[in-house]
């Protein structure tokens, strides 16, 4: 039986909180908008060996600082995480700003799958 892909939408806020959201489809950015409180959305690349074991795209309010969002300290270390891996640079003190969504494509366990132990 062929298991079933959906896509994890992982919120990192400001707050430190962690939320995740559940997608059947690939999410656009219509859905992705009310869950970061934005209206305009940039990528930024990220490393979190929590998240992945390869770089993985964050996706940001464009304008977070215009809108004096504080800082994303989560998002900032995987940031700066990611440039240290890849040789990138940023202007010193930059930082990601406003609440940040990473979206995961997995795959759904099978729930037909039986587990035996052997004993």
């Not at 995740?20 to 060996?49: H, M, S, T, W």
């Amino acid at each position: 039986m062929k298991r079933k892909t959906v896509w994890n939408v992982i919120i990192w806020k400001t707050n430190g909180d962690e939320v995740f959201r559940v997608f059947v489809q690939k999410p656009d950015f219509a859905n992705i908008y009310p869950l970061i409180d934005c209206d305009i959305i940039e990528y930024q690349k990220g490393y979190n060996v929590d998240v992945s074991n390869r770089s993985f795209e964050m996706l940001c309010d464009e304008e977070a600082k215009l809108r004096s969002k504080p800082v994303n300290q989560r998002a900032t270390k995987a940031w700066y995480e990611w440039q240290k891996r890849t040789g990138h640079q940023c202007l010193p003190g930059d930082t990601i700003n406003g609440d940040i969504a990473i979206l995961k494509k997995v795959t759904e366990p099978n729930e037909n799958t039986e587990v035996s132990s052997a004993a």
